[in-house]
T-cell receptor, first 117, second 116 residues
């Protein structure tokens, strides 16, 4: 079974530039997550999709970050304009579905490493 | 609101020694608890999870964790450390929100160093 796919793996951009990350979840997984992991910290949820609908984007800096999952499968996370503090690993993850009481395992991709200079 | 606290951002053990990584949780409902491992330049990989079936949970690579409700703890252990265990370990707590959607909160992580 293929895992969560992410691209690009590494990206270096200058501040105020834009960047986009792509994620393809495990086949059949309805829930898709984007996490931000700053060096030395745990993952922080940016946005959570259930199929193609947003269920939680409370921690997404909406003035610069946007995300979509138009057909309920793959997803794109965009940052525009980037700031120095956006340097982090952006982890995409997926899980089966809601309605199981929180017991679902979340499966992670290898991450997209962003450096803003 | 749920949360997890991982005591010790860095832990060093000798090869062959006991590994003990501490995790305490806070949750208003019976929680589901996870341990993930992250190797350098990789994503997070599930080690084990507690879903109320048994308080002692066995995972991959010889790791296990015991759920102790009275202590609100879910510490990760391995009897004998191997060099390949050097990585960062994250404890996470999960439940559902009012809409039935899974909400997962991660700890800040513990970096394990194994000394030969």
């Amino acid at each position: 079974e293929a895992g969560v796919a992410q691209s690009p793996r590494y990206k270096i951009i200058e501040k105020r530039q834009s960047v986009a990350f792509w994620c393809n979840p495990i086949s059949g997984h309805a829930t898709l997550y984007w996490y931000q992991q700053i060096l030395g910290q745990g993952p922080k949820l940016l946005i959570q999709f259930q199929n193609n609908g947003v269920v939680d984007d409370s921690q997404l800096p909406k003035d610069r970050f946007s995300a979509e999952r138009l057909k309920g499968v793959d997803s794109t996370l965009k940052i525009q304009p980037a700031k120095l503090e956006d340097s982090a690993v952006y982890l995409c993850a997926s899980s089966l579905k809601a309605g199981t009481g929180g017991r679902n395992t979340i499966y992670f991709g290898e991450g997209s490493w962003l450096t803003v200079v | 609101a749920q949360s997890v606290t991982q005591l010790g951002s860095h832990v060093s053990v000798s090869e062959g020694a006991l590994v003990l990584l501490r995790c305490n949780y806070s949750s208003s409902v019976p929680p589901y608890l996870f341990w993930y491992v992250q190797y350098p330049n990789q994503g997070l990989q599930l080690l084990l999870k507690y879903t109320s079936a048994a308080t002692l949970v066995k995972g991959i690579n010889g790791f296990e964790a015991e759920f102790k409700k009275s202590e609100t703890s879910f510490h990760l252990t391995k009897p004998s450390a191997h060099m390949s265990d050097a990585a960062e370990y994250f404890c996470a707590v999960s439940d559902t929100d009012s809409g039935g959607y899974q909400k997962v909160t991660f700890g800040t992580g513990t970096k394990l160093q194994v000394i030969p």
